[in-house]
């Protein structure tokens, strides 16, 4: 492939990028040719506020061809528009081939949760030492393993003594896996519940893969007890969530929380006082696992 490089000013930008695409390009990107120079002039915007400049003063726009001709037949017609004056060629160039997919692939390796229990990309071998393992590619939902919240969870699970996890909850699944790693630890009775219906999709689409059977649905699917409440998500929504998660661990069971920076454990163990003794259980790059079990009847 090769790719033409163009300089243009903030008002041309737009109508030079859509000229491009009617001449084939096959992808056009815009970046601020001033980055990191003292000509540099950062757009800011409030949320939900209309920006008061909607480019840079001067942008570089690169545009992809699959053959030099093209880019170059390209360069040629747009020299002859009104539109192109202000605008300059700055150069074509060959891109060097790059295989995508194994790039892509090359940046999720397996994740070791303990010796034995891994997290593994289905691209990967597994390893001999894995007597456990989840098999989960990068999607839509959040949960590959590469996360220290979603970590710590997986190692606490992993640390129960064997059949103690009871009826699992798994509050704001994301890909489902909490709920197949309680699966793969022996949970037989399985709720996994989000409020986003990818997550939902996601979490059914990776039981099915790992082989385990688990009920995945909105948050009304979580109904009654269960031995083992699992929710990673974040502080703020945590202490919302307080009275409903406590509600649904039975006598004897665990909560567990995660998504809670180590500044925040005072503000989580007060919001669950009412109901349940938080204590931190484990730590992780700043990040906090907390638990707590409810007495037993
Ligand atoms: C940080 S991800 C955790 C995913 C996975 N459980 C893990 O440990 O990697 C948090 C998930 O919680 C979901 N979530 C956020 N707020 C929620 C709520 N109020 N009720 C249910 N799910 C929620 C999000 O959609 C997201 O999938």
């Known amino acids: 492939m090769f790719e033409l490089r163009l300089l243009c000013p903030e008002e041309r930008v737009e109508i030079v990028s859509?000229?491009?695409?009617?001449?084939?390009?096959?992808?056009?990107?815009?970046?601020?040719?001033?980055?990191d120079t003292a000509a540099e002039q950062a757009l800011f915007?409030?949320?939900?506020?209309?920006?008061?400049?909607?480019?840079?003063?001067?942008?570089?726009?690169?545009?992809?061809?699959?053959?030099?001709?093209?880019?170059r037949e390209a360069a040629a017609l747009l020299g002859l528009q009104d539109f192109f004056a202000g605008c300059s060629v700055q150069s074509v160039q060959p891109v060097a081939e790059q295989d995508w997919v194994r790039l892509t692939q090359s940046q999720f390796a397996p994740v070791e949760i303990t010796p034995d229990f891994w997290i593994v990309p289905s691209w990967h071998e597994l390893s001999a030492q894995a007597t456990r393992s989840i098999r989960l590619d990068p999607g839509m939902a959040?949960?590959?393993?590469?996360?220290?919240?979603?970590?710590?969870?997986?190692?606490?699970?992993?640390?129960?003594?064997?059949?103690r996890l009871g009826r699992v909850l798994d509050y704001g699944c994301g890909s489902g896996i909490l709920a197949i790693g309680?699966?793969?630890?022996?949970?037989?009775?399985?709720?996994a519940v989000d409020i986003d219906p990818a997550a939902v999709q996601a979490t059914l689409d990776n039981a099915q893969a790992n082989g385990?059977?688990?009920?995945?649905?909105?948050?009304?699917?979580?109904?009654?007890?269960?031995?083992?409440?699992?929710?990673?998500?974040?502080?703020?929504?945590?202490?919302?969530?307080?009275?409903?998660?406590?509600?649904?661990?039975?006598?004897?069971?665990?909560?567990?929380?995660?998504?809670?920076?180590?500044?925040?454990?005072?503000?989580?163990?007060?919001?669950?006082?009412?109901?349940?003794?938080?204590?931190?259980?484990?730590?992780?790059?700043?990040?906090?696992?907390?638990?707590?079990?409810?007495?037993?009847?």
Not at 18 to 35: G, K, T
Not at 142 to 160: D, K, S, Y
Not at 212 to 234: C, D, H, K, M, S
């Open 182 to 191: 309680a699966a793969k630890f022996g949970a037989l009775d399985i709720d």
């Open 18 to 35: 859509d000229a491009l695409m009617a001449l084939q390009a096959l992808s056009v990107s815009v970046e601020d040719a001033d980055a």
């Open 45 to 71: 915007g409030e949320p939900g506020m209309p920006v008061d400049r909607e480019g840079w003063q001067r942008s570089r726009v690169a545009a992809l061809f699959g053959t030099e001709d093209a880019a």
């Open 142 to 163: 959040f949960g590959t393993g590469t996360h220290p919240t979603t970590r710590m969870c997986l190692r606490w699970i992993a640390q129960r003594p064997a059949g």
């Open 212 to 297: 385990v059977q688990l009920n995945a649905g909105l948050p009304e699917r979580a109904q009654g007890l269960y031995g083992t409440v699992l929710a990673n998500i974040l502080a703020t929504p945590l202490k919302v969530l307080a009275p409903l998660l406590c509600a649904h661990v039975a006598a004897g069971g665990h909560l567990v929380l995660a998504g809670i920076l180590e500044r925040q454990a005072e503000e989580l163990q007060q919001a669950y006082a009412p109901w349940l003794q938080l204590g931190v259980a484990d730590s992780d790059d700043g990040w906090i696992l907390m638990t707590a079990q409810r007495a037993a009847a």
